[in-house]
């Protein structure tokens, strides 16, 4: 039996939060927003569609799926320009719990805001408006809601041997940090929203973002195997990322890392 071929292989493609960056003291942990890809065998599922998604590399063949959190555009701008869709025979899946899915990108992808709609791409996509647990390929995809302006969801994937806690775009408080805990109970991997500083936190109360903090006690609590903290502050710099992981011991994505489970 391959044992890689049986793996979940999770690659960060975008894990800057709100708004991409391009600057020298941002290349580290990189600067495009939120996208995560997992796969397994020749199955791929990513997590969001924000401007990482542009940096999606050898595609298998077969079709695709991308599972959003939520429509706000920093996490569906890189679809646009996905490589995927300028393929004749390619076949890509949308998944959203927001009925208006096909609309909302519909609004963004056309003119004048784009110069082509969706239906003019060479590949085809198809919408799908999700109800959990849901199976997704090898994937099991269950949900509890985030605490989020205008909504966002909060995805467990599972395989049946391992499974990602996907939290971006959360705000804590002391019941939702709880509830978070128990649907990651056994987590191998959880990736959580810590855009702010403890010190920051209380101007940006209501923004809908967490602390690094908050997610080490979810860690702790559920007992989740590995944590990398997400949806970096798009003002924040490289140095000031190191600085947090030495002052909190917790590991913060960068773009292009790679996770075995």
Same mark, same amino acid.
């Given at each position: 039996?391959?044992?890689?071929?049986?793996?979940?292989?999770?690659?960060?493609?975008?894990?800057?939060?709100?708004?991409?960056?391009?600057?020298?003291?941002?290349?580290?942990?990189?600067?495009?927003?939120?996208?995560?890809?997992?796969?397994?065998?020749?199955?791929?599922?990513?997590?969001?569609?924000?401007?990482?998604?542009?940096?999606?590399?050898?595609?298998?063949?077969?079709?695709?799926?991308?599972?959003?959190?939520?429509?706000?555009?920093?996490?569906?701008?890189?679809?646009?320009?996905?490589? /995927?869709?300028?393929?004749?025979?390619?076949?890509?899946?949308?998944?959203?719990?927001?009925?208006?899915?096909? @609309? /909302?990108? @519909?609004?963004?992808?056309?003119?004048?805001?784009?110069?082509?709609?969706?239906?003019?791409?060479?590949?085809?996509?198809?919408?799908?408006?999700?109800?959990?647990?849901?199976?997704?390929?090898?994937? &099991?995809?269950?949900?509890?809601?985030?605490?989020?302006?205008?909504?966002?969801?909060?995805?467990?994937?599972?395989?049946?041997?391992?499974?990602?806690?996907?939290? &971006?775009?959360?705000?804590?408080?002391?019941?939702?940090?709880?509830?978070? /805990?128990?649907?990651?109970?056994?987590?191998?991997?959880?990736?959580?929203?810590?855009?702010?500083?403890?010190?920051?936190?209380?101007?940006?109360?209501?923004?809908?973002?967490? &602390?690094?903090?908050?997610?080490?006690?979810?860690?702790?609590?559920?007992?989740?195997?590995?944590?990398?903290?997400?949806?970096? @502050?798009?003002?924040?710099?490289?140095?000031?990322?190191?600085?947090?992981?030495?002052?909190?011991? /917790?590991?913060?994505?960068?773009?292009?890392?790679?996770?075995?489970?």
């Amino acid at each position: 039996m391959n044992k890689q071929h049986d793996q979940i292989r999770l690659t960060a493609l975008g894990v800057r939060g709100s708004m991409p960056v391009s600057r020298p003291d941002a290349r580290e942990f990189g600067g495009a927003t939120s996208c995560y890809r997992i796969d397994k065998g020749e199955n791929t599922l990513f997590l969001d569609a924000g401007t990482g998604l542009m940096n999606a590399e050898a595609l298998p063949n077969g079709p695709l799926h991308i599972l959003l959190t939520h429509l706000h555009a920093d996490h569906i701008l890189g679809l646009p320009l996905f490589s /995927a869709l300028f393929q004749k025979d390619r076949e890509i899946h949308l998944y959203s719990g927001e009925p208006e899915l096909e @609309n /909302a990108l @519909n609004r963004l992808i056309s003119p004048p805001l784009w110069p082509v709609t969706l239906a003019q791409y060479p590949a085809r996509t198809v919408f799908h408006t999700l109800s959990f647990p849901c199976q997704i390929g090898p994937f &099991t995809v269950s949900a509890m809601k985030s605490c989020h302006p205008g909504g966002s969801l909060i995805f467990r994937v599972s395989d049946g041997a391992k499974s990602i806690v996907y939290a &971006t775009d959360f705000e804590h408080t002391d019941n939702n940090l709880k509830e978070l /805990a128990a649907f990651s109970a056994g987590a191998d991997l959880m990736l959580y929203d810590a855009q702010y500083t403890q010190e920051q936190y209380p101007a940006r109360r209501g923004f809908g973002h967490s &602390t690094a903090e908050a997610g080490l006690w979810v860690q702790q609590e559920s007992g989740a195997a590995q944590i990398r903290m997400i949806h970096h @502050n798009p003002a924040a710099s490289d140095e000031a990322l190191r600085e947090r992981e030495e002052q909190t011991r /917790a590991p913060y994505a960068r773009q292009g890392e790679v996770i075995l489970l």
